[in-house]
């Protein structure tokens, strides 16, 4: 850990009230998608020929409850917040420092990656004729976060005490001085966690293309189409982007602007895509499903409902 005085407060403080900002934009997203889940259940409850577009509300539940996790944990690598918001009192440089270190084991290897899989199972499911349990889901998005959250936590706490390495491999904080004087710690991007989560990725991103690919070859309406095609550009670009600059935060110096920008673009790029995630397989079906029950009586027989909703875009 060594000592970061930058030069350029008022860029900081810019950069602070950017995240924060968009922090909230994604959780008022996530709030909006939570009533509709609990909406669009709530009234399946008095309208059966709803049920068909809810059998999904629990992975979609999952889905918006990681995203929201999330959301909170990047808010632990924003110093303004863990210096002034957090708790009441303030906390020691080595408590900050440990702060840094859980936000990374909890953000690359278990909220990110979580609503990352969940998105990958809403594709694929879409084409199944039957949905699996829920309980099944949770437990393969967990098992699947699991080996990451174990080689993140290995790559922060036992790694550096087994094998010597340049700093940037492991190192997850630095000692800070702000333009404004204050002292605080920088939190920062190891090496060898970045190479985990970059495995992780083209794993991810091989899968999601071909689960697109595969809607895509089956889905006709056009309506439906340039939603899988948004989605599909909403992860496959955003996810690389925050890799290359996890690389590249790893080889910069603390403290410059270039750095506060590389950090805040591995902020934006994961954010982008929660929120079109969100919107495309949580909220847009939602409103068209509900929307669409303006057009049927609930005498009409499934198969009306559904050819209907699909004619008006929705899921």
């Known amino acids: 850990m060594f000592d970061v005085i930058p030069r350029f407060p008022f860029l900081e403080s810019a950069l602070d009230i950017a995240t924060l900002s968009l922090i909230l934009a994604l959780l008022l997203l996530s709030f909006l998608s939570f009533f509709s889940i609990f909406h669009l259940r709530l009234k399946s409850q008095t309208a059966p020929y709803l049920q068909g577009f809810n059998s999904l509300w629990t992975v979609k539940l999952l889905l918006v409850s990681s995203i929201t996790l999330w959301s909170l944990t990047e808010l632990l690598q924003a110093p303004f917040f863990r210096r002034r918001y957090l708790y009441l009192s303030p906390l020691s440089l080595t408590q900050q420092a440990g702060l840094c270190k859980f936000h990374s084991i909890l953000s690359l290897g278990l909220f990110q990656p979580a609503f990352l899989v969940t998105l990958l199972f809403l594709v694929n499911v879409s084409i199944k004729q039957q949905n699996p349990r829920s309980i099944w889901i949770v437990t393969f998005v967990l098992g699947t976060c699991l080996p990451l959250v174990s080689l993140q936590s290995f790559t922060h706490f036992s790694f550096p005490a087994h094998f010597h390495l340049p700093e940037y491999f492991f190192q997850s904080s630095v000692h800070f001085r702000d333009g404004f004087g204050n002292d605080t710690v920088l939190c920062t991007n190891p090496l060898l966690g970045t190479i985990v989560f970059g495995a992780f990725t083209i794993i991810y991103c091989l899968c999601f293309l071909l689960s697109c690919w595969k809607v895509i070859s089956l889905v006709i309406n056009k309506y439906l189409r340039v939603r899988i095609y948004g989605l599909a550009v909403g992860v ?24 506060g920008g590389i950090e805040f673009g591995i902020f934006v790029s994961p954010l982008v895509c929660a929120a079109v995630g969100e919107a495309v397989l949580v909220f847009r079906p939602i409103a068209d499903a509900l929307a669409a029950g303006g057009d049927f009586s609930p005498q009409d027989p499934p198969s009306v409902v559904n050819e209907k909703t699909t004619a008006s875009g929705g899921p």
């Open 236 to 259: 496959l670009i955003p996810l690389p982007v925050q890799v290359v600059l996890l690389v590249m935060s790893a080889f910069s110096e603390p403290g410059k602007p270039a750095f």
